[in-house]
């Protein structure tokens, strides 16, 4: 389905640092541990709780950065990665290049097809996360470009509405979203509850 990217900003020794990862909220604290960078953070997601430990320590010689997480989702086995970087000369970095564009690595791409390819996914997840359904609610699973489900062009046709408010009211500042009418059910609710 292409891939994901996160970013991620923190602010060392703040225990209130709030993320986005897949469509959900993620706090963590942040801290230096005995020359380590250490991150915990906690997300709500449908399939349960997600608790991450993470640390980031540079080598004395300043060669080698090692990236070691654990993870716990709900009732899931607990999963650990280490990944360690080797320094490279700055000769033997390749250029930055530009990201590709979504139209660019997606099949039929209309409203978002100057975002990052690499920002999609989340994009899409968030989407669902505020209409609390999955992706077969407007995609032909294993044909994502097909146009087959009337909620499809629903989609865009809100995605253009909610850029066109935030064009006319916000500056083009990202205010209205699909969660600010949705707010996790496919029918947006006229009243409040």
């Known amino acids: 389905m292409g891939d994901e990217i996160h970013k991620f900003h923190y602010t060392i020794g703040s225990d209130d640092n709030t993320n986005e990862m897949m469509g959900s909220s993620l706090k963590s604290k942040v801290q230096w541990k005995g020359g380590a960078a250490s991150v915990e953070s906690v997300a709500t997601r449908d399939e349960g709780e997600l608790r991450v430990s993470e640390t980031w320590t540079l080598s004395p010689d300043g060669q080698t950065l090692t990236y070691h997480a654990n993870r716990v989702m709900g009732d899931r086995p607990p999963r650990e990665d280490t990944i360690v970087y080797d320094k490279q000369p700055e000769a033997d970095w390749e250029p930055p290049q530009a990201p590709k564009l ?92």
């Open 102 to 193: 979504a139209k660019d690595v997606y099949k039929n791409i209309q409203i978002l097809k100057g975002m990052p390819a690499g920002d999609l996914m989340s994009a899409m997840q968030s989407f669902a996360h505020s209409l609390g359904v999955q992706c077969d609610f407007c995609h032909v699973m294993g044909a994502f470009e097909k146009d087959d489900k009337p909620q499809k062009q629903t989609a865009r046709k809100m995605l253009m509405m909610a850029h066109q408010i935030n064009a006319d009211n916000f500056n083009g500042h990202m205010r209205v979203t699909c969660w600010t009418c949705h707010r996790g059910s496919s029918e947006p609710a006229s009243a409040p509850k």
